[in-house]
């Protein structure tokens, strides 16, 4: 892994001008980099298919998690969601101030918590876990949970909190990120990239769409759960992205007495707090294929493992329930970074970590715009899954 046998990606993107970048893909990550790239005076040209955010954007609880979410030894993966999530506080200010709009950003910390003995073993195995990475969950009792959240079931058997952990509201972010695209001068084009053009070098210089030509120093590809069967990106480096369907669920309750403060997590569900009273509760993990339908079997899954959880759910208004896709990789680790085609650079491969992963990702795009060589971007360098022909 890392930088894989294509040898490191260093040097694969020459220094160019901050000018004429165009961003396929209109999800957070594509957002972002668009943000990104705008603010270092890039002119900027984002094509989607569809609505801005309409896909596992607008699904995402906003679980700004990882410590919480560390199940299983994934270091290379944490050291981004770290990194990440220490970006988000100044990634969310800047934007909130520029455009005036919340972005649902609170740091609230988690509680992991067990409901039965089984649960209580599995939950100490991922805290020593944690610890062993050198991070400061805490173990509390069922007394001392239950003084934090009052609302979680009288029967559990411990908790682990988690203070670091926050969460955002990924549908207030994608609004936030639009007007501030739209002040940045950015251009979202509604449309589908057909093909890239490229001189006869191989360099990249545009892309074709249904809306037309569009001419480019540097194509940024951010398809999401679609850059798999994206056909525009050549075979070789057309990435091994599988959909990964998740389901949510959305709750609404009363904003002066919400059901809990802080991100609540068992086994089985998460719940995701909202500043307006709201919840989310999350998220089936399917391999369906594109399937993005919503099923009873999922919204039951959740209902019920939320109410086993935090009973006071069972009293609030169900709002509705969405499916969208993750962009699994075959080692969980997102793609980021240039490609063997100059001028073409893949922001996609996210997974369960695109909400957590998108300051991250917008800052290492604009690091690799104007020639940068990001070493800590290495474990996710798309050079890791290309054909030998790509070299
Ligand atoms: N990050 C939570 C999820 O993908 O379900």
Known sequence: MGS?????????????????????????IGLACAWELAGTGAKVTVVEREEPGCGATRVAAGMLAPIGELDFGEPELL???????????????????ATG???????????????????????????ELQHSYGLDPKWLGPMAARELEAGISPSLAGAVLVEEDAVVDPRALTAA??????????????????????????????????RGRFDADLVVAAPGAFAGIANWLPDEIRPPVRPVKGQTVELRGDVDEPVCERILGSERVYIAPRPDGRVILGATSEEMGFDTRVTGGGVHEL?????RLLPDVAEMEFVGAIAGLRPGTPDNL?????????????????????ILLAPLTAKAVGELAVGGE?????????????????R
């Open 303 to 307: 209902l019920r493992e939320a109410y």
């Open 177 to 210: 990120l639009r007007a501030g695209l739209e002040d940045r001068g950015v251009r979202i084009v509604t449309g589908e990239v057909t093909g890239l053009v490229r001189d006869p070098a191989g360099k990249v210089t545009g892309t074709e769409t249904t």
């Open 334 to 354: 997102p793609l980021i970074g240039p490609t063997a085609i100059e001028g073409l650079i893949l922001a996609t491969g996210h997974y369960r970590n695109g």
């Open 374 to 390: 990001p070493e800590w971007l290495l474990a996710s360098s798309p050079a890791r899954f290309e054909h030998q022909e790509a």
């Open 4 to 28: 894989g046998s294509g040898g490191t990606y260093m040097n694969r993107v020459k220094a160019r001008e901050a000018s004429g970048v165009i961003v396929v893909g209109a999800g957070l």
């Open 101 to 127: 709009l919340d972005t649902g950003y609170r740091h609230t910390g988690a509680l992991h918590v067990a409901l039965d003995r089984d649960e209580a073993g599995e939950l100490r195995r991922i805290m």
């Open 79 to 97: 050291e981004l969601n770290l990194r990440s999530r220490r970006l988000y506080p100044d990634f969310v200010a800047t934007l909130e101030a």
